[in-house]
Each structure stands twice: as C-alpha cells, then as structure tokens.
C-alpha cells in the first residue's frame, strides 16, 4: 500500500448565484464533465482524470462561497479511527449524511475555523472514469482547460492553529510549509498534505469564519497554464493574478474568479513531498515572494476578496 490514511480531497461543494452562467464556466471553459443533477439547484461534475462518481457540486444559493470540503480515507478504519478521535479529544461538532449520489456515509466535522471538512471512503466508480484495461491517455480528449482532478482548497478564518492540529492530529496530515505571523508567534498561514503533493488543503488566519479563498484543480506544466491562461483571455474571465509561480509549494498557476464571485486556481507542479521532509518556514516579511514569486508582493485583491 503506498499511501494510508487520508488520500486525497474528493469532493466539494461550492454556493454559486448564477447557477447555468456558473456551470457553464466549470464545464465548458475550466473544462470538467456533468454528471448530472441532484436537484434543480445541485449540479454534480467531475474532472477527466478523476475514477470517483463526481468530485464538485455547484449549489445555486444566494451568496457564494463553501458548503464543504470532503476528504477520501484509504478504508473505512480511518474514517472510523476520525470519528473516533474527533468526538473524544477534539469535541467538535459531528453529524453524518447517507444522502449524496454516489458516495455512502459521509461524516462532517464543524472544524474551529467554521468550515465543514467531510471524510468518507466509500464511493462508487464513476461511470465516465478514465479507462483501466489497455488505457489510452485519456478517454476522451479533455477540453477548455483541461484539468486532471481538484487540487486543492485555501480554507480562512479564526482559530487556524487549532483546525491545523486537527489536521495533523487526526487526519494525520503534513504541514508542508507556513508563513509565521508578523510578531514571529504562531502561523499566519499553513500548507498540510496527506499525500506527496505539496499540499491539499492550506489554512489562512482570517477574522470571518468557513470563508474559501480559492479551489485550485490540477494542470500538469506551464504549457497547460498556458492554454489556461489563452481560455481565460479569449472568454473574457475575470483574472486576479497570473500566469506566475508560487515560491510556496513551486507551484505553476493562475487566479481566476467564476462568474459567482468564487476564486478558482489552476495550479501545476510543485515539488514532490515525503513525510521526512522538513517542513519548509517563512517569515511575514517573504510572504510576497512566497505567493508572488516573481513580482515579490501581494495584489489588493488576493488579500481583499474571499467567498
Ligand atoms: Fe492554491
């Protein structure tokens, strides 16, 4: 078995208030596959390189933002080995659903900074998986931007050490990176991972509880960035920063906003991460260079917008 424990974030479910003008950036020009709906307000998609039954759900709501963030375990001995732990040494808020096509149970978890992270193992196969006998490439040729899978999500709100611990402690993740504070005491900002890449999920400091501030989906190298970068001209989306690198993980990327107000990343490369690895530090006064590798500081906007 090469990984245990938490594999991997499987599914998220974002608040969009237009929901056909929303979904047809996440399908068309993002590039993912419909799976269908669950509602006439839940749409259900997946990304071509994905083998579970769908990965993102847009939900129409009236504002925007993240209903939740779920995580896939190896077995269902991890997910019991969370629940476990979560009710008798952490004491946060704890319900299950059996309700979500395609998935069996899904326990979510009320973390400190107000975010509902969800872990479930069972899943079905989706019927659109990419293929396994003699496989070719891809299925089918994956279009708009073309990503593999979600990536990744940028949680922020209050109590951040405390969700972190939560993190590491139960769901037994890596801190990858953090950016210190101003005053040098505890983490503005920081990067876990329950796998090899850079990270999964990262966790902001922020005054406002269960805020997203972006969910990245996964390119493989600049020319993919590239591509990305030439869809969000030639459509007219809204970009926030980018193509650039971040110093932070390596990664290749892009900030985009959908037309609900989301901020959306494409997000590639990065260095490959092993849990020996130390666990790489900055301080607030490189944290321009960490996010903005190349121009060396911060964008009002990448501060000021959050969902
Ligand atoms: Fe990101």
New binding site residues.
Partial sequence: MALTGILRTGLVQLRVTDLEETLQHYRDRIGLYVVGNIDENRVMLKAYDEFDHHSLVLRKADKPGLDFMCFKALDEKTVNDIVHKTKDEFGFPITFEDNHPGFGRIWFITVPTGHQIGIYNQVELSENHPMIDNPHIWKDCPHGMGPACVD?A?LCGPNQAETVRWFTECMGMSITEYVLNPDGQGHLCTWLSGNTRG?DV?VLSFNKPGMIH?L?FQLKNWDEIGRAADIIGRYGIKIDAGPMRHGITR?Q?IYFFDPSGNRN?T?AGGYEYFPDHPTRKWTADHVGEGIFYYEKELNGRFLSILT
């Fill in positions: 990744h940028l990270h990262a972006h990245s990664g990327t990343e997000y």
